[in-house]
């Protein structure tokens, strides 16, 4: 194993386990380098590991996810006969030290050796992400671990809906691995110069934005550097793009929609077309605002948000 054993995570108090994590990357903190998670942006992660952010606490799925964890383990070994050794230590990479690992487990598999093992569990609603592949951020995870330990191969298990269990083998990336190396190691550069890396357009990093200013101050003008140029040049064209194959979408739908007429399922080259009529009852606040004001102003939530728009200077 290209890997040295940092601490171990036997006992160890969940407060001290998000400490460990800032060492370095972890696995589950690869697709977040790489920019394609979901949930988190790189400079949000940045954050995290300078001190400027504390560590997002467990939310319900991840805590039922450890919880099933050893079920999902003993699953796997009573459908695979595979045994699963249960490793409960924070490992290093001697070559990269800023990329740790805290496998769920390792298996030994003939002519591979020692693999990575990861439980999972997911929601019914992701089921269709399971059905030829893993979900992209799982696979970084895995390359990511393989990279820390030098291992050839890796098994993923998911419990899907408390229902449906699949697994997977995935082999070693080389191609894959020196990629995440070069991101990873991009990235620690920026924690160690304590230096933001660059936001993407990812809705994370709209959230993250979002949440980081969440409110202006009246009246307040700034002028903006000279790259802002670039970037407002950049987002006309993207505009005029978007309208382009949004004008596109609506042109198809719209004959689609003609074929249909008064039918409210069509068929063609194995997809299902429906345009059904559904019925809503919605509240009309301006006649509930007009004959029972203090009632309304009872039940009215002042929120706010931050609109952002560009136009001609005056």
Request: net charge negative.
């Amino acid at each position: 194993m290209s890997a040295k054993i940092l601490a171990s995570t036997e006992n160890m108090p969940y407060a001290d386990w998000l400490e460990q994590r800032k060492l370095g990357i972890g696995g589950s903190d690869a697709s977040v380098v790489c920019g394609i998670n979901r949930y988190k942006s790189p400079v949000e992660l940045w954050m995290e590991k300078t001190n400027q952010l504390p560590a997002q606490e467990a939310g319900e799925a991840a805590y039922w996810g450890t919880q099933l964890e050893p079920f999902v383990r003993a699953e796997f070994t009573k459908r695979t006969g595979i045994e699963i050794n249960h490793t409960m230590q924070f490992l290093q990479s001697k070559e990269h030290p800023f990329m740790l690992a805290n496998l769920d487990g390792t298996c030994e598999v003939p002519d591979i050796g020692t693999c990575v093992f990861e439980a999972k569990t997911a929601s019914a609603y992701k089921a269709g992400e399971w059905e030829d592949s893993i979900p992209d951020e799982y696979m970084c995870q895995l390359q990511h671990y393989m990279a820390v330990t030098g291992y050839k191969g890796a098994y993923i298990a998911v419990l899907i809906g408390g229902n449906t269990f699949r697994w997977k083998f995935v082999e070693r990336d080389e191609e894959l691995i020196s990629m995440l190396i070069d991101l990873e190691a991009d990235f620690w550069a920026h924690v160690e110069n304590n230096t933001p890396p660059p936001l993407d357009g990812s809705d994370a990093s709209a959230k993250f934005l979002a949440e980081r200013f969440p409110s202006s101050t009246p009246k307040s003008h700034i002028t903006l550097p000279d790259t802002a140029a670039d970037l407002l040049a950049q987002y006309d064209e993207a505009c005029e793009q978007l309208e382009a194959v949004t004008e596109r979408k609506q042109q198809a739908e719209n004959l689609l929609k003609e074929m249909m007429g008064d039918n409210e399922v069509g068929s063609a080259g194995g997809r299902i077309v429906t345009w059904k009529s559904v019925a809503q009852e919605r509240l009309d606040s301006k006649t509930l605002k007009a004959e029972h004001p203090a009632l309304c102003k009872k039940y009215t939530n002042k929120t706010s948000y931050r609109r952002f728009t560009i136009k001609a200077a005056s």
